[in-house]
């Protein structure tokens, strides 16, 4: 077992640093990258960094020249041979070959592309820039240095005794969580922790220990990098990304109220099976749900990640039955904000009467809240988002109006054509 705190100690980002792969990003970049090489390969798009916690000065605790030399070093990087049969060979949600040789060939060649990177203030604005499919690996990769560099910036000067009890009591918490988790004889629960977590190493250990604690209660983890090395299950489908674009794309009200449902007819026809799950909030999830095709009643299941988890699940069942379907035969899958109590309550509530599956994130592999002085390894809300397609702006409501983004008059617009009515603020844990 590798000696977290001894590593930290001895430090040094050569031998340690962030990004050690292109597969150290999630499974599902991988998947909509395939879709978006295939198909939107010449939209042009902006990404960019949102820290959503102002009060987390990232620009004072980092130094520009150690943030520059780790995008720098991940630009480097490309895939490995082993890296590339794995991809190519594995077996992904029991089917063979989910890469094709086309898009295969030109990911071997990959490189990230170009950032930009201004300090204005107390923060950074890091932006990336070009075409689609190469611009949209820049996500994770970005999220993991800029989160990962925190955590060193606090840790630097701890001593050894200092480091080895603070990773003590961070793992005994994890631990702690895990005979929690033991209790749900039914429970299916992933790492879903890769974006925001406390460092990469911290993730590897989380995820041996869920593997040693759950057994097969853990489904696997959405790191590409770490379910290859420890012979898991990679967990991912889809996110945000693609409906925000198709919707930027979208050149009349009506284009852009029917673009959520092009995502996914696209998705229908690359992917099947249990990939087929929707993730219906971007726009808010009972108007989604409302006007939806009747086709997409028959998918899997569907992936609750704004808003008050429990009122999407009910809406989601609701939704199934008046589609005829039997949501004891869907699989929701919970995946915001989740820690041990909500993962409790909604497993008592919602066993039984449909799947559940659990993709627990930042507080599984960033929960170092009040083990230091000013709690100053708190896990905060920190995002890399496309924020323009083709010039056009980018918007996501959610199901949680603290986590909507883009120009206020583009946002009145969606909420227009989306009929998204009074909304509930929620907390933004992460």
């Known amino acids: 077992m590798t000696d977290i705190a001894k590593r930290v100690y001895d430090h040094a980002w050569r031998i340690d640093p962030i990004v050690r792969s292109l597969l150290d990003t999630d499974f599902y970049k991988l998947l909509m990258l395939q879709t978006v090489y295939r198909r939107h390969a010449d939209v042009e798009v902006e990404f960019s960094l949102i820290n959503r916690a102002r009060d987390v000065p990232l620009a004072r605790l980092i130094d520009e020249a150690d943030l520059r030399a780790q995008l720098d070093h ?92 603070l990773y003590a009591r961070a793992m005994a918490r994890v631990w702690e969580k895990i005979e929690r988790l033991r209790e749900m004889p039914d429970l299916r629960i992933s790492d879903f922790g890769t974006r925001r977590r406390h460092g990469f190493l911290w993730q590897d250990w989380c995820v041996e220990a869920m593997i040693e604690g759950l057994g097969e209660k853990f489904s696997g983890s959405s790191n590409c990098l770490i379910a290859m090395r420890h012979d898991i299950e990679a967990i991912g489908t889809n996110a945000h990304e693609l409906p925000m674009i198709y919707a930027a794309l979208a050149t009349s009200d009506a284009a852009l109220r ?70 004891r035969e869907k699989l929701v899958i919970f995946s915001d904000g989740l820690d041990v109590a909500k993962i409790e309550e909604l ?84």
């Open 74 to 165: 991940a630009r480097g990087l490309s895939l490995s041979r082993g890296e590339s049969t794995w991809l190519r060979g594995n077996t992904f949600y029991g089917k063979r070959w989910m890469f094709g040789p086309d898009f295969m060939a030109w990911l071997e060649e990959f490189r990230l592309p170009e950032y930009e990177l201004v300090r204005k203030d107390d923060q950074y604005e890091l932006t990336f820039r070009g075409s689609w499919p190469e611009v949209m690996m820049w996500e994770i990769p970005a999220l993991a240095i800029l989160m990962e560099l925190r955590s060193r910036a606090v840790l630097n000067g701890m001593g050894r005794f200092e480091l080895q009890v």
């Open 258 to 327: 029917q673009a959520p449902y092009d995502v996914l007819e696209n998705w229908h026809r690359d992917y099947d099976g249990n990939l087929r799950i929707i993730l219906p909030d971007t726009y808010g999830t009972k108007g989604f749900l409302a006007h939806a095709p009747d086709w997409l009643a028959s998918w899997t299941g569907i992936r609750i990640d704004s808003g008050d988890p429990a009122e999407g699940a009910e809406t989601a069942i609701a939704w199934w039955k008046s589609r005829g379907q039997d949501p």
């Open 347 to 430: 497993y008592a509530r919602f066993n039984d009467r449909v799947k559940l599956g659990f993709g627990w994130g930042t507080l599984l592999t960033n929960d170092f809240r009040g083990l230091t002085p000013q709690d100053r390894l708190a896990p905060f809300s920190l995002v890399c988002k496309a924020v323009s397609a083709n010039g056009r702006p980018t918007v996501k409501l959610s199901d949680n109006p603290a986590k909507a983004m883009g120009p206020a008059d583009e946002v009145a617009r969606y909420r227009r054509v989306f009929e998204v009515g009074a909304q509930v603020a929620q907390p933004v844990i992460v």
